[in-house]
């Protein structure tokens, strides 16, 4: 089968930096991608990998293992408004996506 | 603003009701998806549209029918739905259906079904 896991709640301190892992089982497999929904709002791209390594955005990066089938999201320099809920998705095929059930962030001052 | 607007923003309707969401993308794409999002579970990717032709089809059940008249518009029929499917429908839009491709999120229809 499909299905992807990451945490369900990540705690952290302002200026500090997180880690989101991200498991996945698939049979076929495009790339990994990472986004940001705000409560109340939609989600936000953030990264795109389809080959191992590390992407770097800003205070963003995220990881890919393909070998492993594992990725993560880090996230450096937290602000306040970093809180929010982060999505990893696989791409199975060109066209098809599947999110996991979302890790929300909450970050302390 | 992300270039994807969608109307209405709420919608309470009856299991007996039939009504349509409408999407609409500024930004030029070729490609526009359907999703649910209920709470305590993932996005559910429902339909994908490239150039105007659905080309995902994710066992949604018939009471949801989408339409894309044209590369701008997505739009999406319900008829006869059931209290569960009381969710969030996001639209998404991007420049071509390949995972590289950032997709573009509208703000969502919060609809109500009782």
């Known amino acids: 089968g499909q299905s992807l896991e990451q945490p369900s709640e990540v705690t952290a301190v302002e200026g500090a930096i997180v880690q989101i892992n991200c498991t996945y089982q698939t049979s076929g497999f495009y790339g990994l991608s990472w986004y940001q929904q705000h409560d109340g709002g939609a989600p936000t791209f953030l990264s795109y990998?389809?080959?191992?390594g590390l992407e770097e955005t800003g205070r963003f990066s995220s990881f890919l293992s393909r070998s492993d089938s594992y990725g993560y999201l880090l996230l450096q320099e937290l602000q306040m408004k970093d809180s929010a809920s982060y999505f990893c998705?696989?791409?199975?095929?060109?066209?098809?996506?599947?999110f996991g059930s979302g890790t929300r962030l909450s970050i302390r001052p | 603003e992300t270039g994807v607007t969608q109307t209405p923003r709420h919608l309470v309707m009856g299991m007996t009701n039939k009504k349509s969401l409408k999407c609409e993308q500024h930004?030029?794409?070729?490609?526009m998806y359907w999703y649910k999002q209920s709470a305590k579970k993932p996005l559910e990717l429902m339909f994908v549209?490239?150039?105007?032709?659905?080309?995902e089809n994710n066992s949604v059940p018939s009471r949801f029918s989408p339409e894309c008249p044209n590369s701008s518009h997505l739009f999406l029929h319900l008829h006869t739905l059931q209290p569960e499917d009381s969710a969030l429908y996001l639209c998404?839009?991007?420049?071509?259906?390949?995972?590289?491709?950032?997709?573009?999120f509208g703000p969502g229809t919060r609809l109500t079904v009782t």
């Open positions: 990998n389809a080959l191992d």
């Open positions: 930004l030029g794409h070729n490609a």
């Open positions: 998705a696989f791409y199975s095929s060109a066209s098809k996506i599947i």
């Open positions: 549209y490239s150039l105007e032709e659905r080309v």
């Open positions: 998404a839009s991007s420049q071509d259906i390949a995972g590289s491709y950032e997709q573009y």
